[in-house]
């Protein structure tokens, strides 16, 4: 059974950093794309970022990029997500999930959607 | 980026009967459109991909249909357990994966 146990959520003011992990199990972890999506209170669901199966390529929403890192253990089967001078809009529930990556076509970066999710763990940026 | 936009917003819908949720692509996703079912308080579900292909575990009363820039997903008899949020996903054109705002099936 694919488990994702997310970790690390709390309270931070406006420019700290925190430090979200995932923990993974149930699956070859290092054989699957991992990403993060997030859920402001009340609101849809955004991608952040996601990493591939290697940890060697990585990619981010232009509202992230330049400020949050994703990386990832395979020797821990876990996921993290390095968040710096986070801001008030960065306040979200943010879910781990399995990646499955799809090959669109030969000249363009492949698309990815998610099988598998976490229960989520919420961010709170506030003074 | 491609925007996507679900339709209704609310849908009202009575136990066993039929539900019809719409999702457009502001440009071709040509099938690689994905579907997600979330509760409150829970995380989303994948219930379909490819738009017509049900994730593992989906009841055959879930269905996708569409390619291009249309697509819909049917439950074909509403049970009380499918009363929830389902958003739409393209993954045609991607980094960014992009949502739809989400359709809320309510109970009428």
């Known amino acids: 059974e694919v488990q994702l146990l997310e970790s690390g959520g709390g309270l931070v003011q406006p420019g700290g950093s925190l430090r979200l992990s995932c923990a993974a199990s149930?699956?070859?972890?290092?054989?699957?794309?991992m990403s993060w999506v997030r859920q402001a209170p009340g609101k849809g669901l955004e991608w952040v970022s996601a990493i591939s199966g290697s940890g060697g390529s990585t990619y981010y929403a232009d509202s992230v990029k330049g400020r949050f890192t994703i990386s990832r253990d395979n020797s821990k089967n876990t996921l993290y997500l390095q968040m710096n001078s986070l801001r008030a809009e960065d306040t979200a529930v943010y879910y781990c999930?399995?990646?499955?990556?799809?090959?669109?076509?030969?000249?363009?970066?492949?698309?990815?959607?998610?099988?598998?999710w976490g229960q989520g763990t919420l961010v709170t940026v506030s003074s | 980026e491609i925007v996507m936009t679900q339709s209704p917003a609310t849908l009202s819908v009575s136990p066993g009967e039929r539900a019809t949720l719409s999702c457009r692509a502001s440009?071709?996703?040509?099938?690689?459109l994905a579907w997600y079912q979330q509760k409150p308080g829970q995380a989303p579900r994948l219930l379909i991909y490819?738009?017509?292909t049900r994730a593992t575990g989906i009841p055959a009363r879930f269905s996708g249909s569409g390619s291009g820039t249309e697509f819909t997903l049917t439950i074909s008899s509403l049970q009380s357990e499918d009363f929830a949020v389902y958003y739409c996903q393209q993954y045609n054109n991607w980094p960014p994966a992009t949502f739809g705002q989400g359709t809320k099936l309510e109970i009428k």
């Open positions: 999930a399995k990646t499955i990556v799809v090959v669109v076509a030969a000249t363009t970066t492949p698309g990815a959607y998610f099988d598998y």
């Open positions: 149930g699956f070859t972890f290092s054989s699957y794309a």
């Open positions: 440009q071709s996703v040509s099938s690689n």
């Open positions: 490819g738009a017509s």
